[in-house]
């Protein structure tokens, strides 16, 4: 497509692996209680099974109404991520303040439906109270070389939702590291408020590689046009010093800036317990 055009599409390798390796090194001078509280104000608290209700979203709203009340000196998360239709329970029972609300949209996670029944539903999701929508590019279309439809139909999503975040995942786990890199590009120039690694749903999920790629991408997309598009990695996330790695990987190519839960998101459930268990350092604390 004309808008990549700018842009170098190649990836080293070898170069990522060399610099995954030193990261991973350095990612253990971060085990403190410091970088524990930000990474658990980055998580977004999610559950996407078939079966959610009301009385399973109203329990991890109460938990996360009372978090504080419980761990005054520990951060909340940043999120509840849910199902379309479980967005009207969040709204209605979640009551602590500055924690925002997801859904996952567009068909997910397999993104195989039609693009006006996408946009509704990720219109749907803002109008019931959803402030953030995590969506899924059609990757089958996008391995078929259709950057057009790729590229038309996340810009026609971001347009229908308005000043709710778009987050668009790229489901990495399907792609080559050339292709992550494209992939990252077309979802920032169609407006992407965020891209994230994966569903969570297909055998492989969030790599250091893939976080890599597309943290150099986003770095490459702001020295360009000047806008901070945020990031998430997500699927398979429930160590917390797998989590110090991708934390790091963001400070070491973004920077500081990115080191909030504006730009920097990880989607997890059970890594949340572990990092309150980093911090109060007592490993029999499951509070979520």
Excluded at 88 to 108: D, R, T
Excluded at 167 to 184: C, M, P, W, Y
Excluded at 191 to 208: E, L, M
């Amino acid at each position: 497509m004309k808008i990549l055009q700018d842009y170098n599409l190649s990836v080293d390798d070898q170069i990522i692996k060399t610099n995954i390796d030193k990261i991973k090194q350095e990612s253990k001078t971060l085990q403190n209680t410091e970088v524990y509280n930000r990474i658990l104000n980055i998580i977004d608290l999610t559950t996407l099974t078939e079966t959610d209700n009301e009385s399973k979203i109203q329990d991890m709203c109460e938990k996360v109404n009372d978090f504080n009340s419980k761990f005054s000196h520990i951060s909340n998360v940043a999120a509840i991520c849910v199902y379309p239709s479980m967005v009207p329970y969040v709204k209605k029972h979640l009551k602590a303040e500055k924690i925002n609300i997801a859904s996952v949209g567009g068909g997910f996670p397999a993104s195989q439906t039609f693009t006006l029944i996408k946009i509704d539903e990720c219109k749907m999701a803002v109008d019931a109270g959803a402030n953030e929508v995590d969506i899924v590019i059609p990757v089958g279309e996008f391995l078929d070389g259709n950057d057009n439809l790729v590229f038309e139909e996340t810009k026609k999503i971001k347009g229908a939702i308005g000043k709710a975040h778009l987050k668009v995942i790229l489901e990495t786990g399907d792609l080559n590291a050339e292709q992550i890199r494209k992939a990252s590009l077309l979802a920032m120039e169609a407006g992407a408020d965020f891209i994230k690694t994966s569903t969570g749903k297909v055998a492989v999920s969030a790599t250091h590689d893939a976080m890599y790629i597309m943290s150099e991408a986003i770095k490459d997309y702001y020295q360009k046009t000047g806008r901070k598009v945020g990031i998430k990695p997500a699927g398979g996330i429930r160590e917390v010093e797998d989590a110090l790695v991708y934390y790091s990987i963001v400070e070491k190519v973004l920077g500081e800036d990115w080191l909030n839960n504006e730009l920097f998101r990880i989607g997890a459930s059970s890594l949340a317990n572990k990092v309150i268990q980093a911090i109060e350092k007592d490993e029999s604390i499951k509070y979520f």
